[in-house]
């Protein structure tokens, strides 16, 4: 049934957009102006969300790095044991067992913890972005007398020309520098 309603939404979503499209632009009727914002698009292409998928790149490669290495010496483990297991004594055999296991977990263990290392890290580097875009959205519809902007990812079609992300990075970008020097 939430499908329905979505779908429903998606398509008064492109009606509306097709009834009121005009070539200024955007989609107007009467005193209704509808555009679509792409939020992916402005978060990743803004200055502030470029530099924090740098961030969140290098501290990745850092951590595959090291786990690359922990990967490795754990299947030289794994290797070991199968090779020598039938020269080993059963006390042996149960020693390497029971090293590859604690190893094993202990790599799960650090896994998930760089997980949740890299979402605390994602959340740092979008909060700032986050916390402006809103008011910045709101800024760029009033200055351009939209009364409606939809995210262009619940529009099943919509022109080009009523796209308004670009104009929302650069504003957003544009505020953020100037936070940036206030503060």
Avoid: C, H
């Avoid at 008064?12 to 499209?21: G, I, K, Q, R, Y």
């Avoid at 794994?78 to 202990?106: G, H, Y």
């Avoid at 890290?121 to 200055?143: C, G, R, S, T, Y």
Wanted: proline letters at 2%; charged letters at 30%; a positive charge.
């Amino acid at each position: 049934m939430n499908v329905l309603k979505k779908f429903g939404g998606i398509v008064f979503a492109v009606v509306l957009l097709a009834v009121f499209s005009l070539s200024s632009g955007v989609a107007r009727a009467g005193n209704i102006s509808v555009a679509v914002l792409n939020m992916q698009q402005v978060v990743l292409g803004s200055d502030a969300g470029i530099a924090g998928r740098r961030i969140m790149e290098k501290k990745a490669r850092e951590l595959r790095t090291m786990f690359q290495a922990d990967g490795e010496a754990l299947a030289a483990l794994q290797a070991e044991i199968q090779k020598k297991s039938s020269v080993w004594s059963e006390e042996k055999k149960q020693e390497k067992t029971l090293e590859f296991q604690k190893k094993r977990r202990d790599l799960q263990v650090k896994q998930d913890d760089a997980k949740l290392e890299m979402k605390s890290l994602q959340d740092k580097q979008l909060a700032p972005i986050l916390k402006e875009l809103k008011p910045v959205v709101a800024e760029v519809a009033k200055k351009n007398g939209y009364t409606l902007i939809l995210p262009k990812s619940s529009v099943v079609y919509a022109a080009d020309r009523i796209d308004i992300s670009k104009k929302v990075i650069k504003a957003l970008n544009a505020r953020m520098k100037k936070n940036s020097k206030n503060k």
